[in-house]
């Protein structure tokens, strides 16, 4: 009777488990984070046409961006262009201050994920955070999830709200 009673407890939470990941909710991870440059990467950025530069004169951006969800939701994902982060920097006043920059994505249809990442060095003086987060208001990641029959989910990040600064200073 002992053994009968835990096969049915384990059969029922075998149950609970498979019917929990069958529903697993979507997951997205953001991130916006405004940092001081190490000395290293200071080193490596270019400082030709600059009055005495600074390490303290340029900050790096980093925007990281994943969703994971179940296999049977159906994702679309709309990133920012390559080209609006320089155009958003830049706008902020009459200077050129986006430096340079990288960055990739995957968004393949056939996976269960997608990833967003952009990282770029930007020149800083004389901007104060407030001018900094505006300069991103007009950068948005749109992500789209069709979950069940008639049950959608569509959120939009607006970058600017995201933005955190870390002012920890590097070595």
């Given at each position: 009777?002992?053994?009968?009673?835990?096969?049915?407890?384990?059969?029922?939470?075998?149950?609970?488990?498979?019917?929990?990941?069958?529903?697993?909710?979507?997951?997205?991870?953001?991130?916006?984070?405004?940092?001081?440059?190490?000395?290293?990467?200071?080193?490596?950025?270019?400082?030709?046409?600059?009055n005495n530069p600074k390490k303290d004169d340029f900050l790096?951006?980093?925007?990281?961006?994943?969703?994971?969800?179940?296999?049977?939701?159906?994702?679309?994902?709309?990133?920012?262009?390559?080209?609006?982060?320089?155009?958003?920097?830049?706008?902020?006043?009459?200077?050129?201050?986006?430096?340079?920059?990288?960055?990739?994505?995957?968004?393949?249809?056939?996976?269960?994920?997608?990833?967003?990442?952009?990282?770029f060095v930007f020149y800083s003086k004389g901007l104060n955070?407030?001018?900094?987060?505006?300069?991103?208001?007009?950068?948005?990641?749109?992500?789209?999830?069709?979950?069940?029959?008639?049950?959608?989910?569509?959120?939009?990040?607006?970058?600017?709200?995201?933005?955190?600064?870390n002012n920890n200073q590097s070595s």
């Open positions: 009777m002992k053994k009968l009673c835990f096969l049915f407890w384990l059969l029922v939470l075998v149950l609970f488990v498979a019917a929990c990941s069958h529903t697993q909710e979507p997951k997205t991870t953001t991130e916006a984070v405004i940092s001081q440059l190490s000395k290293e990467e200071f080193d490596n950025v270019g400082t030709t046409g600059l790096k951006f980093t925007f990281n961006f994943e969703v994971e969800h179940a296999a049977n939701i159906t994702r679309k994902v709309e990133f920012p262009k390559r080209k609006s982060w320089k155009e958003a920097v830049n706008s902020i006043d009459d200077k050129d201050r986006f430096w340079f920059g990288e960055g990739y994505e995957e968004n393949s249809d056939g996976e269960n994920f997608a990833r967003y990442k952009s990282e955070e407030e001018e900094i987060r505006k300069a991103f208001n007009s950068i948005t990641l749109k992500l789209y999830l069709d979950i069940e029959e008639g049950e959608t989910f569509e959120k939009e990040y607006k970058v600017s709200d995201l933005v955190k600064f």
